[in-house]
């Protein structure tokens, strides 16, 4: 398998043995309809072994470790799980060690599919492939998205508790104190039951993601939002408008909106312009060419249905070109603003405000996390290109 490709699975029970020249931690996940684990229950490792419809085993060092999913057993509500890995030994990158994961049919045996992830270098923990519902069929996908941070990483991804022990407070010299009492035994994720327990990495700090919660969003240069709203990701048909005016009352001026589909590797799926009007089998529109930019209200748009989207679409880039050549010093009021198609409700939006002697620009990319939920970033990078097909490879640089 190759990333991003997925193959209907033909049995129920299905195991997944993950190997690599180092000894390695497998996890698997439990995910419902939002991407999260209801619980830390629904995280399936070393030193909580089972859960309802998924099992770990160990291999001992001498044999792969394996997750093996009963997909009759799940509970309801479950509708993937995902299975990770992180080398055994502390701070140790998958560079040189990359895994192989083989799926097989868990009671005859027979290899269903195998997968190793390319180019890896610095990630500590990997979740390798995903076990998923689609349309009442169970499917089985290669993912190869990789963490630097380690599991800490995956793990507050998928929302289990990652807490850091604090740091215990020296006593006075003068009145030392007695030695406390040694906590409850827990599940320490990421151990082998035999090794002692250590605190979990700390989840990584940073302010937070910004949602669709509080209403409308305005996107300043670099910024990101993540396309949840009450909780769940947004996965319906929204609109990307785009829009500009000439400057200074100057000509009209004719810039054509585009959008590029990308792989989980940057690679170039499909580009959707006003010679090439949809793509994607329909996910993604294009309402044509504008060849003045007069008038109010966007002057193209580009319908994406995020829910009909193939799983191997995970980015796209919105862009914008100058086919005659004029520059963007001669644009005012460029922007982009994602809309729902279907109350009209503006979501977000991103107002251009410098410009540079250029003929194209990249606007904003929505990539889609492994959580399931979409993030929209705004860019506002000058490129010189007059046409899609030039800013193929910058777009992908820029995802």
Avoid at 86 to 110: H, I, K, L, Y
Wanted: glycine fraction near 12%; proline fraction near 9%; aromatic fraction near 6%.
């Amino acid at each position: 398998m190759t990333p991003g490709s997925n193959l209907p699975l033909n049995t129920v029970r299905v195991t997944v043995d993950v190997a690599a020249p180092v000894r390695l931690d497998v996890s698997g996940l439990l995910l419902a309809a939002d991407g999260k684990v209801r619980s830390d229950a629904d995280f399936i490792f070393y030193n909580q072994p089972s859960g309802p419809g998924v099992s770990y085993r160990s291999g001992g060092g001498s044999a792969p470790d394996s997750i093996t999913v009963d997909t009759g057993a799940l509970p309801p509500g479950i509708e993937r799980i995902v299975v990770t890995a992180s080398p055994d030994a502390a701070g140790q990158s998958f560079q040189g060690v990359e895994p192989t994961a083989t799926v097989r049919d868990a009671d005859g045996g027979a290899v269903i599919a195998t997968f190793t992830p390319p180019k890896l270098g610095a990630e500590t923990a990997l979740v390798v492939v995903e076990v998923y519902q689609r349309g009442g069929v169970w499917k089985v996908r290669a993912v190869g998205q990789g963490y630097a941070n380690g599991l800490a990483g995956i793990a507050t991804d998928f929302g289990v508790s990652v807490e850091e022990e604090a740091a215990p407070t020296p006593p006075p010299v003068a009145a030392p104190q007695p030695p406390a009492a040694p906590p409850a035994p827990a599940p320490t994720w990421g151990q082998p039951p035999s090794a002692p327990a250590a605190p979990a990495p700390a989840a990584p700090v940073g302010a937070g993601k910004i949602n669709l919660d509080k209403g409308r969003v305005n996107l300043q240069k670099n910024q990101t939002v993540s396309l949840v709203k009450g909780g769940r990701p947004l996965l319906s048909q929204v609109k990307m408008g785009l829009g500009w005016e000439p400057a200074f009352g100057g000509r009209d001026i004719d810039l054509d909106a585009s959008v590029i589909a990308y792989g989980p590797q940057r690679n170039h799926i499909d580009s959707c312009y006003f010679g090439k009007l949809s793509i994607l089998g329909g996910a993604v529109k294009h309402s044509g060419d504008n060849l003045t930019g007069e008038g109010a209200g966007d002057d193209e748009v580009i319908v994406v249905d995020l829910g009909r989207l193939p799983a191997e679409a995970t980015g796209l880039v919105f862009t914008v070109n100058s086919f005659s050549g004029q520059k963007f010093s001669e644009v005012a009021k460029a922007y982009c603003r994602l809309i729902d198609a279907a109350s009209g409700e503006e979501l977000v939006r991103f107002d251009l405000t410098g410009a540079e002697p250029q003929t194209g620009v990249m606007m904003a990319k929505l990539i889609k996390q492994f959580s399931g939920e979409w993030e929209m970033t705004a860019i506002g990078e000058f490129v010189k290109s007059r046409t899609v097909r030039g800013m193929v490879k910058p777009a992908a640089q820029a995802l």
